[in-house]
């Protein structure tokens, strides 16, 4: 009897033993590494961030004191691009926590803005959070993102398109897929990462300017956004994405800014599409971020160099009057 028990003890303990051995080993019970932080090369901006564009829930608002505030996925995917340009992982990782509760679906979707009623995404959104993702995780050692950025683009390759063909967006709670595509919402990188086909390009290689691009395709057909005037931020967003596809301008469009540099030392926010005259005095922070971009993607310096002592000298100190949009989007080519 005594040598009975001693036999069920040791295999007692040899069974506990093993237990806690394979606890120890199972991945599903390994606490993920905790990536190190990185040191940012900036701060004033996020400061910046927190004190006048972020509200109460830490999602970042349109407008400072706004009566009705948006939340929305464009802020928000604009910041991490910011944030991953000032290798600040620390506030990052905070916006991918707010992204992932406020604006990922269960389904992995992404809603433009955050609220209970939105039931669509916008590919435009979509791209640029992805590419942020993907970036941070090569910057920042962390692989978790890349995988988050994967997950969100197969939805929106598969959801948001028709028959190969990327289109604006897909109503994830009535099951509907959008007829147009804007051209200025496509993001060349980023459906590159995510092993887009070849015919998902084919309206940012055919489209042409004269001087100005149509900004829609739909139905295999390029549309006017507005037959009548032309908006400068779509255009130079399409000119970058027709640019990063292409390998080279489009050369209509490219001598028009050109001249209007030439003749009138700036570039307007909008322009009738007639006339090739702007339609107002309206200068646009937005333009000039994007315009310095293009001019330093496409190897043109001198314009490059013009266009950004512009926008340096764009006044967007009042966080009630000026846009996030067009505050971060300073930020982020001034880093560049």
Do not use: C
């Not at 939105?118 to 959104?125: F, G, P, Q, R, S």
């Amino acid at each position: 009897m005594k040598r009975l028990i001693i036999i069920v003890t040791f295999i007692l303990l040899v069974s506990i033993g093993l237990y806690f051995l394979f606890q120890q080993d199972s991945p599903a019970k390994k606490q993920p590494t905790k990536t190190k932080e990185a040191t940012p090369t900036s701060t004033s901006v996020q400061k910046y961030v927190e004190q006048n564009y972020t509200a109460k829930n830490g999602l970042i608002i349109n407008y400072k004191n706004a009566s009705e505030p948006h939340y929305l996925a464009e802020s928000i995917g604009l910041y991490m691009e910011y944030l991953v340009e000032v290798n600040d992982s620390a506030n990052f990782q905070k916006q991918v926590d707010l992204l992932q509760k406020n604006f990922v679906t269960n389904d992995h979707f992404i809603k433009w803005e955050a609220t209970k009623s939105t039931t669509t995404n916008a590919i435009v959104d979509d791209f640029r959070i992805a590419e942020s993702l993907n970036d941070a995780s090569e910057k920042f050692k962390h692989p978790a993102y890349k995988k988050l950025a994967n997950t969100l683009l197969t939805n929106t390759q598969k959801y948001s398109s028709k028959k190969e063909l990327p289109v604006d967006f897909y109503d994830f709670v009535h099951q509907e897929t959008a007829n147009t595509l804007h051209l200025s919402y496509l993001n060349i990188p980023a459906m590159k990462k995510a092993n887009y086909p070849e015919k998902a390009y084919q309206p940012i290689q055919t489209v042409q300017a004269t001087p100005f691009f149509t900004e829609v395709f739909q139905n295999g057909q390029f549309q006017y956004a507005d037959p009548q005037e032309v908006n400068m931020i779509d255009q130079m967003l399409i000119a970058i994405a027709y640019y990063e596809k292409n390998g080279f301008v489009e050369p209509n469009f490219d001598k028009f800014l050109q001249a209007e540099l030439t003749s009138n030392g700036k570039i307007y926010a909008r322009y009738n599409r007639k006339t090739k005259k702007s339609t107002s005095e309206n200068e646009s922070t937005a333009v000039y971020a994007f315009l310095t971009q293009y001019f330093n993607k496409t190897n043109q310096p001198k314009n490059g160099k013009i266009t950004k002592g512009l926008l340096q000298k764009m006044d967007t100190s009042n966080p009630e009057t000026t846009h996030f949009f067009d505050y971060i989007n300073k930020e982020i080519t001034l880093k560049k």
